[in-house]
T-cell receptor, first 113, second 113 residues
C-alpha cells in the first residue's frame, strides 16, 4: 500500500513532442506529490509538486495533472528539448511522515533532436 | 544557490568495514534525510532526522546504520559493518520544514568489495 507505481520505464520522443509519465498510488493518506528530475551522476532535483486540493499545476513547460478519485497523477513536458533527457521520478509523501518520500521506479526519457 | 554537499563522491570499502558518509545540509534547513539508490533502481528512503533525533526510519535502516549531527553543519550516516548489498548511491537531503520540498545532494557512491 506504500508503493507508487510509475510508467513507462522508458520513453523516447522527438524534440517538440509532449512526453507523458504516469504514476498511481494506493495510500490515500499521501497528500504531497512531487516530481524529481535526475541526470546521470547527480541527485534528484525537484521539478514540480502538487497537493490533492488542485487537479492541475503548471510551471513553465512542466504540468502535473492529478486525479484524486483515480489515485493517479501524471507529468507532461510541453515542447520537449534534448536537454530534458533524464530520469524522472514521481514520489508521494504523507503529511505526518516528514520527508519520507516514496518514489516510483523512474522513467528514462530520451528526447531526440 | 545553496546546495546540499556530500563527501566523498565515491567510497570503496571492504566487506565488514565501517564507513561514514558525510553531508552538509543547506544552512537554514531543519530536517535531514538519507536515501539510497541501488544501481538502476528507485530511490529508497532510509531515515529522517529532526531536532537531534530520528523522526522516522525504514525497514532498511537496521542496527548496522546510524546517523548523527556531530556539529551545527554536518550530518553523517554510519554503516557499522558493510555488506556487499550495501553498495549503492547514498543521497543526503534536507528541507526547511517536514512538509517542505527536500533538496538532494549529488550523492556518494558506495562500493563494497
Amino acid at each position: 500500500q506504500q508503493q507508487v507505481k510509475q510508467s513507462p520505464q522508458s520513453l523516447i520522443v522527438q524534440k517538440g513532442g509532449i512526453p507523458i509519465i504516469n504514476c498511481a498510488y494506493e495510500n490515500t493518506a499521501f497528500d504531497y506529490f512531487p516530481w524529481y528530475q535526475q541526470f546521470p551522476g547527480k541527485g534528484p532535483a525537484l521539478l514540480i509538486a502538487i497537493r490533492p486540493d488542485v487537479s492541475e499545476k503548471k510551471e513553465g513547460r512542466f504540468t502535473i495533472s492529478f486525479n484524486k478519485s483515480a489515485k493517479q497523477f501524471s507529468l507532461h513536458i510541453m515542447d520537449s528539448q534534448p536537454g530534458d533527457s533524464a530520469t524522472y521520478f514521481c514520489a508521494a509523501m504523507r503529511g505526518t511522515s516528514y520527508g519520507k518520500l516514496t518514489f516510483g521506479q523512474g522513467t528514462i526519457l530520451t528526447v531526440h533532436p | 544557490e545553496p546546495e546540499v554537499t556530500q563527501t566523498p563522491s565515491h567510497q570503496v570499502t571492504q566487506m565488514g568495514q565501517e564507513v561514514i558518509l558525510r553531508c552538509v545540509p543547506i544552512s537554514n534547513h531543519l530536517y535531514f534525510y538519507w536515501y539510497r539508490q541501488i544501481l538502476g533502481q528507485k530511490v529508497e528512503f532510509l531515515v529522517s532526522f529532526y531536532n537531534n533525533e530520528i523522526s522516522e526510519k525504514s525497514e532498511i535502516f537496521d542496527d548496522q546504520f546510524s546517523v548523527e549531527r556531530p556539529d551545527g553543519s554536518n550530518f553523517t550516516l554510519k554503516i557499522r559493518s558493510t555488506k556487499l548489498e550495501d553498495s549503492a548511491m547514498y543521497f543526503c537531503a534536507s528541507s526547511r520544514a517536514g512538509t517542505a520540498e527536500a533538496f538532494f545532494g549529488q550523492g556518494t557512491r558506495l562500493t563494497v568489495v
